[in-house]
């Protein structure tokens, strides 16, 4: 498996990451029932600065496996929303949160110290990566969504912070 920065030329392994995505999955990143990945999403990808907006994707013989972004907040640019969509099979086998290490490392170089996440109340999932992750942090809620705010750098369950 290969970990590095989405390219323009993974457009087509993007769409075909929805052949393997459930209905569930695509409500929990998109928060609105979607068949497959929106083609508003595919194409804000094109937009990618590798500064700003920055994603990763997992590669394993050709076929993604997950992607992760970040979007700087233009008005707290020390702030960035992340996002994070991994295909069905691949899910619970910590590929989630190996992006979001990545990424984080990333993030940190560009000068960005806290990640944005908001997590639909049924994804138990990713609620529980994030504990992990972030074992000091509590979410608010909003409807049915939890929002976090989450310091960099990102530190193991003890206290320690995660190497690369």
């Known amino acids: 498996m290969r970990i590095r920065p989405y390219g323009i030329g993974d457009e087509e392994a993007l769409r075909k990451m929805s052949d393997r995505l459930s209905r569930e999955s695509l409500y929990t990143r998109f928060f609105t029932g979607t068949p497959a990945l929106p083609e508003a ?3 804000a990808l094109h937009q990618l600065d590798h500064w700003d907006h920055e994603a990763m994707v997992a590669l394993l013989d050709g076929r993604m496996l997950g992607i992760a972004e970040y979007v700087r907040d233009r008005k707290e640019p020390w702030r960035a929303e992340i996002a994070v969509l991994i295909t069905d099979p691949w899910q ?3 590929l989630a949160s190996r992006m979001v290490r990545y990424l984080s490392q990333l993030a940190e170089r560009r000068g960005i110290s ?3 996440a908001d997590v639909t109340l ?3 999932t990713a609620m529980s990566a994030i504990r992990t ?3 000091a942090v509590r979410p608010s809620s909003d ?3 939890a929002h976090y705010r989450l310091p960099l750098p990102l530190t193991s369950a003890n206290g320690l912070r995660v190497p690369g």
Do not use: I, L, Q
């Open 41 to 43: 999403y595919v194409r």
């Open 92 to 94: 619970r086998h910590g």
């Open 114 to 116: 806290e990640f944005d």
């Open 122 to 124: 049924a994804n138990r």
């Open 133 to 135: 992750g972030w074992p």
């Open 143 to 145: 409807g049915g969504s």
